[in-house]
Each structure stands twice: as C-alpha cells, then as structure tokens.
C-alpha cells in the first residue's frame, strides 16, 4: 500500500534547505537553526490549509517568511533571556558597545537607502534581499521578464551603493 504525502511532507521536502538558510542567516547557529526549522514546521502544521499549492510562489514566500519570524523571534526570546545589571554595564567596553552599535547604524542606513530608491529598484532589491526570491520568482511576482529584472537588480545595486556613499561621512 502506497502513502500519498501530505501537503507538510511536500514543502518540507521543497523548501526545507531554504527555510533553514534564511533561520541560518539570523541565528547565525546551526544547532539553533535547526531548532528554528523545527519550531517553523510545528506552527506550520497547523495552518497547512492556506498552503494548498506547494509549488505556488505564495506558498515559497510564506514558509521562507515563517522561518525568518521564527529566527527573529527565538533572537529576541534570547536577548530579553539576557538582561544585565548596570554593575555589568559598566564592565563592558566601550569599545563593544560601539561596534554593535555601527553595526545598528549601518543596517539602518541600507534600509533607507533602499526606501529611498525609485519603486522598481526598491521592489526588486526588496523581494531578492529580503524576501529571498530568485530572479524567475520576481520576475513572475511583478509581472516582468526576467531580463529586466536582472538589469534592475544591477542597476539597482548601483544606485544603492551611490546612496550609502553620500550618507555615510568620509566614505571613499
């Protein structure tokens, strides 16, 4: 007697190795990852009837998305887990402190530098970046070839790093 998969079965097998790059990329971890994917698969089963068409671009964005709230959610689960005193504060470099906060201002700086950008180089930057779409997938999504999406993400990119350059001081 032969078992026909379940719609879960299916896009674990489809999207599971993207699902657990995108939890990678935030938790930095491949223990936590996996914990992630995991987590992701438990909340998934029990939404699958919004995901009736795995092979559905929807169905590609919405598991890549849970994961990723997923990962963001078990980061800040583990920050509020990290509370310090003000004697551990103190103890602290200034120097870390700066960093992590460069590092803050940096990403801040590239989201509004994409926000500034004409909307058909935001959308592409966004979907591939962010919602971690390839150049058929955009391409389908906004209804473009897949040509002019590729030129946009150059062009795109371009422009981005014009931005970041005339927002960031003494940049060369």
């Given at each position: ?5 379940t ?28 914990d ?5 698969f ?14 559905s ?12 709230n ?8 583990a ?19 700066l960093d ?17 950008l ?9 979907l ?9 997938e955009?391409?389908?999504?906004l ?7 590729k ?6 990119r371009?422009?981005l ?12």
């Open positions: 007697m032969i078992k026909e998969k719609t879960l079965e299916l896009i674990y097998e489809k999207y599971r190795n993207r699902m657990y790059m995108a939890a990678y990329r935030i938790v930095k971890n491949p223990t936590v990852a996996e992630v994917l995991h987590d992701t438990v909340a998934l089963s029990k939404n699958t009837e919004k995901l009736k068409n795995v092979d671009l929807y169905t590609a964005s919405y598991v890549t998305k849970a994961a990723r997923h990962a963001l959610n078990t980061i800040k689960k920050q509020q887990s990290n509370i310090v005193s003000i004697e551990e504060i103190d103890s602290v470099s200034d120097e870390s402190v992590a906060l460069c590092t803050e201002e940096n990403v801040n700086i590239i989201v509004s530098s994409i926000l500034a004409d909307e058909k180089y935001r959308d592409v930057l966004s591939y970046y962010f919602n971690e779409l390839t150049v058929s955009i391409a389908v999504s209804g473009r070839k897949e040509s002019t999406v030129q946009q993400l150059a062009r795109g371009r422009r790093i014009d931005t970041i350059k005339k927002e960031v001081d003494g940049y060369e």
